[in-house]
T-cell receptor, first 113, second 115 residues
Framework: AQSVTQLDSQVPVFEEAPVELRCNYS??????LFWYVQYPNQGLQLLLK??????LVKGINGFEAEFNKSQTSFHLRKPSVHISDTAEYFC???????????FGKGTTLSVSS | DADVTQTPRNRITKTGKRIMLECSQT?????MYWYRQDPGLGLRLIYY???????NKGEISDGYSVSRQAQAKFSLSLESAIPNQTALYFC??????????????FGDGTRLSIL
């Protein structure tokens, strides 16, 4: 069965610093991978997705992620963060049957000045 | 207006009460989902529905039931609420796509507290 591990529960960074949020997945079949962001008191919003093709995926708000099949990872990166990027970030993988998403436990990104 | 609307946004109730959370969508998606979010646990799937006549249990369906009244409406019920069902509940929708390649679109959530 598929599973998702987000390696850091909290990531504190200073404004304009680069950030990487790490996500590993386990699956015996080809998968589709997603990153979502949750701002306070809001629902989840899609940041980016990997379906196939180029392993470097660009999303909204300057985020990008790299799919690495050999390391079963899908890490999220941003070269320079803003205060407004403070939020919780979730990595998700489609389940084997393609019927639902399996979410990681989330990483809280805290950006301070 | 939001594409996926959840009502109520907040609810406080007592143990043993019956609670219904409602979700409606204007995206025209066939698939709808209910999740619960607990701090440090991420989102866990309660139920999902691929059309009006299709209802499926998710990872944590015990203590919950659902009704798909129309393509656009999917409600979640707690028949007899208990304190450990206190959580943030999300409804989501998606197109069918192929093998799960379609992203899900989320409502803003219902914060449910059971005393």
């Amino acid at each position: 069965a598929q599973s998702v591990t987000q390696l850091d529960s909290q990531v504190p960074v200073f404004e304009e610093a680069p950030v990487e949020l790490r996500c590993n997945y386990s699956s015996s079949v080809s998968v589709y991978l997603f990153w979502y962001v949750q701002y306070p008191n809001q629902g989840l919003q899609l940041l980016l997705k990997y379906l196939s093709g180029s392993t470097l995926v660009k999303g909204i708000n300057g985020f990008e992620a790299e799919f690495n099949k050999s390391q079963t990872s899908f890490h999220l990166r941003k070269p320079s963060v803003h205060i407004s990027d403070t939020a919780e970030y979730f990595c998700a993988v489609s389940n084997q049957a393609g019927t639902a998403l399996i979410f990681g436990k989330g990483t809280t990104l805290s950006v301070s000045s | 207006d939001a594409d996926v609307t959840q009502t109520p946004r907040n609810r406080i109730t007592k143990t043993g009460k019956r609670i219904m959370l409602e979700c409606s969508q204007t995206k025209g998606h066939d698939r709808m989902y209910w999740y619960r979010q607990d701090p440090g646990l991420g989102l866990r799937l309660i139920y999902y529905s691929f059309d009006v006549k299709d209802i499926n249990k998710g990872e944590i369906s015990d203590g919950y039931s659902v009704s798909r009244q129309a393509q656009a409406k999917f409600s979640l019920s707690l028949e007899s609420a208990i304190p450990n069902q206190t959580a943030l509940y999300f409804c989501a929708t998606s197109d069918p796509g192929t093998g799960g390649n379609q992203p899900q679109h989320f409502g803003d959530g219902t914060r449910l507290s059971i005393l």
